[in-house]
């Protein structure tokens, strides 16, 4: 009987019976052998429906024994096997019977699945797949099943008031995701593939019109479509400008300059090597293009080599500098808020009006039929630094989920990661059921 217990508690397994345990010394690509648990699932787990769990009879034998990957003991993989019969279910029709050590459909247990979803929100990439000796793609498709089951529970969109509305795009910019924020707690609360009306409209519905009517402010960048379907679902939301598109538009036009900066120092001639492919950019040109980093960062975040660059800037292109300077004058509206940032906002759309740097006349024209907007940003203190910073991890998830198959992977690493449902290791407690 004990050693019974022992066995479920190193196989991870419950509602299972293990048969017997052999070690096989077939090469598993890392000449170690592996350890195989002949295991069937106990009565009452058996003769289920692998879709709902329903009992149900049995069809056929299906195709015969079959293995799932268990997590490692020691060094050596281990393997789960057992038979895979096939049921009759009223509503599913013919298919495989349910096992209580997996999830439908998958070739791993369900404590390697949890293994790898709490992995992905902890570590590295090269960690999660040399630990666990799977491919980047098997990480996707197996966080993409724990999100859906975590989804399963149930609804997660009580207690929203204040939202914000992004478009993120990912697949080298072919494709988009519609992600919504909670502007309160500074969590991702959904996200689905797609940036139209129709996507966005899904969101809305799930919440339902009673927790519609208790949306507050939607913050959002300037498309057209989201402002339209908030008016239509929410009426009585205040909406507001994201204060960091605002910002990123800034940093596109300072950017803008900073390229005509490099090109003029290229064209005078600031370059060596032969032909198109091979010309590198010297002296000035060379300056104007490594400085990007330096006039995109906060003044805070600088580095003494980037407060440098900054310096030669003013002196040698007061341009470029002066640029900069609308960048961050825009930046600062932002940090006071209040009657204050309005104030500062009008002093800098003036300034930016006469400033005969077309991109930031341009940005200026782009934001004055939006200073309503940026008024109720600054009215009710929406925090930019939350809404960024989850920005940026979405961002950045969209690179590291490059590898993955499908938007569903993405979407699970990104609401894995930042809805504030985090994984929990297999056989721990888990810390959120005693909140
Ligand atoms: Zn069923």
């Known amino acids: 009987m004990r050693s019974v217990r022992v066995w479920r508690a190193l ?3 419950e509602k299972t019976v293990v048969e017997s345990v052999e070690f096989d010394e077939g090469d598993d690509g890392d000449g170690g052998g592996q350890l195989v648990a002949h295991v069937r699932a106990t009565r009452t787990a058996r003769g289920r429906c692998g879709v709902c769990r329903r009992r149900c009879g049995r069809y056929d034998a299906g195709e015969g024994r079959r293995r799932w990957r268990a997590l490692d003991a020691g060094t050596i993989r281990v393997f789960v096997q057992a038979d895979a019969p096939r049921v009759r279910c009223a509503e599913h029709g013919v298919v495989v019977a349910h096992v209580p050590w997996a999830r ?5 247990t369900l404590a390697f699945d949890e293994t790898v979803a709490w992995l992905v929100t902890q570590c590295s990439k090269s960690a999660v797949t040399e630990l666990m000796r799977i491919a980047w793609r098997t990480v996707g498709a197996i966080i993409a099943r724990v999100w859906a089951d975590v989804e399963a529970l149930g609804d997660r969109l009580d ?3 204040r939202i914000g509305i992004d478009e993120i795009s990912y697949k080298r910019h ?19 593939p797609g940036r139209d009306r129709a996507t966005l409209r899904t969101f809305f519905e799930l919440l339902g019109s009673d927790r519609c009517a208790a949306i507050s402010h939607v913050s959002a960048d300037q498309a057209d479509w989201i402002a339209e379907i908030v008016a239509e679902c929410c009426p009585a939301a205040v909406q507001c400008a994201d204060p960091f598109h605002v910002v990123k538009w800034a940093t596109e ?3 803008e300059v900073r390229r005509a900066a490099w090109n003029e120092a290229r064209r005078s001639g600031q370059t060596r090597g032969k032909g198109y492919r091979n010309r590198v950019a010297t002296g000035d040109a060379r300056r104007f293009k490594t400085a990007r980093y330096a006039l995109w960062k906060n003044p805070d975040n ?3 080599r980037q407060r440098d660059k900054l310096a030669w800037i003013a002196k040698t292109n007061p341009r470029l500098h002066r640029a900069y300077l609308l960048k961050e004058g825009l930046r600062y509206v932002f940090t006071v808020k209040g009657d204050a940032g309005k104030v500062a906002l009008d002093r800098w759309l003036s300034w930016a009006r006469r400033c005969r740097i077309p991109a930031f006349v341009h940005l200026a024209q782009r934001i004055t039929p939006i200073r309503g907007k940026i008024h109720a940003t600054l009215d009710h203190g929406l925090s930019n630094a939350l809404i960024e910073s989850v920005n940026t991890k979405i961002r950045l998830l969209t690179r590291l989920a490059f590898g993955f198959r499908s938007a569903e992977a993405l979407i699970a690493l990104a609401m894995l990661s930042l809805a504030g449902h985090r994984p929990v290791l297999p056989g721990r407690p888990d810390p959120r059921i005693s909140q």
């Open 174 to 192: 072919h494709r988009y995701l519609t992600v919504v924020v909670d502007h309160d707690s500074g969590r991702l609360v959904w996200a689905a």
């Open 159 to 161: 207690g929203l008031r």
């Open 302 to 304: 600088l580095t003494e």
């Open 253 to 255: 036009a300072l950017d």
């Open 104 to 108: 439908h459909g998958a070739g791993h």
């Open 11 to 13: 196989l991870g397994v």
